[in-house]
């Protein structure tokens, strides 16, 4: 209902995310806006990640209207429901924004490292033998998967952003999903790039080679983002091995963002066995 005319502010804010991909969140989620007949100055996207657990993002305010308190209202418009329900509600914040979702109560309970690698100089196209692409009928078995190691159930939001994915691919042995991956394509003005996310596996060998074989497919720059929770002690082992792994393919730090919740609750997904691959799990 309001995709396009969010996508129009997203323009004018210089954001990479096209009108599709706002169509596919305001169809997963609820898109909630703030502007009159002619422009939005404000929207927030609030999605049901499991049955207790929704997410806040894609919070964008105007310049014209920044400091006035549209970027506080329309985050209390978003969570208002979820908070009365009962919800855990979640928010990945920019530096700039941290003060204001301190001051509506948001608490740091971890953070989101992004890491970035520039364009392949050359064709470095290698097929992992233990990947493949994900097909149709393989939503529902990469589905449990994150149901029984994260404890969240989206199945829903995970067939529509496969289907988006410009690259979906999977690691399985002996029948049994080990862990799957999706990159997205995003562009922003001459800047075509792709973004790594969601990545769940069960152990690290199997985000490894999932993440070997998208970055020697996909030529173009490539983000991700990779979740330390520093009170879950038990994923730190895989983190290190991931983020040197990264360094080796040729990423580098590029911020650290906070991962915040109301009150500062707990997110069950980010408190799972250590071979769960600690990889972003943000839509949008």
């Known amino acids: 209902m309001f ?6 502010l ?15 969140m305001e169809g997963l989620g609820r898109l909630y806006v703030l502007g009159n007949d002619q422009r939005l100055w404000a929207t927030s996207l609030i999605t049901n ?25 329309i985050t209390k418009l978003s969570m208002a429901d979820r908070l009365t329900g009962g919800s855990i509600v979640s928010l990945t914040s ?4 941290e003060r204001v979702y301190r001051n509506l109560d948001f608490i740091e309970i971890a953070s989101m490292l992004d890491l ?14 233990s990947c ?35 690259l ?16 997205i394509e995003r562009a922003n003005r001459d800047d075509r790039y792709g973004v790594i996310g969601p990545l769940v596996a069960t152990d690290v060998d199997a985000a490894q ?40 393919l040729g990423f580098k730090e590029k911020q650290t963002l906070p991962i915040m919740t109301w009150q500062g609750h707990p997110l069950p997904a980010y408190q799972s066995s250590e071979n769960w691959c600690p990889v972003s799990l943000a839509l949008g």
């Open 3 to 8: 995709a396009s005319k969010a996508f129009e």
């Open 10 to 24: 997203s323009r004018r804010l210089d954001w990479p995310h096209s009108e599709r991909e706002w169509e596919i």
């Open 49 to 73: 990640v499991s049955e207790d657990w929704s997410n806040i993002g894609m919070v964008l305010v105007d310049p014209d209207f920044r400091k006035k308190g549209s970027g506080s209202l």
């Open 94 to 97: 920019s530096l700039i924004a």
């Open 116 to 129: 970035q690698r520039d364009p392949l100089v050359m064709d470095q196209s290698v097929v992992h033998p």
């Open 132 to 166: 493949r692409e994900i097909l149709k009928q393989d939503v529902s078995r990469v589905a449990a998967l994150e149901k029984h190691y994260l404890k969240i159930n989206r199945q829903a939001i995970l067939k529509a952003w496969i289907d988006f994915a410009r």
């Open 168 to 183: 979906k691919v999977m690691v399985e042995d002996s029948g049994n999903v080990r862990g799957y991956g999706c990159l």
């Open 209 to 248: 080679s999932i993440l070997r074989h998208i970055t020697s497919t996909y030529p173009y720059r490539i983000e991700i983002f990779i979740i330390n929770d520093k009170s879950n002690h038990a994923i730190a082992v895989s983190r290190t091995e991931m983020i040197n792994l990264l360094g080796n």
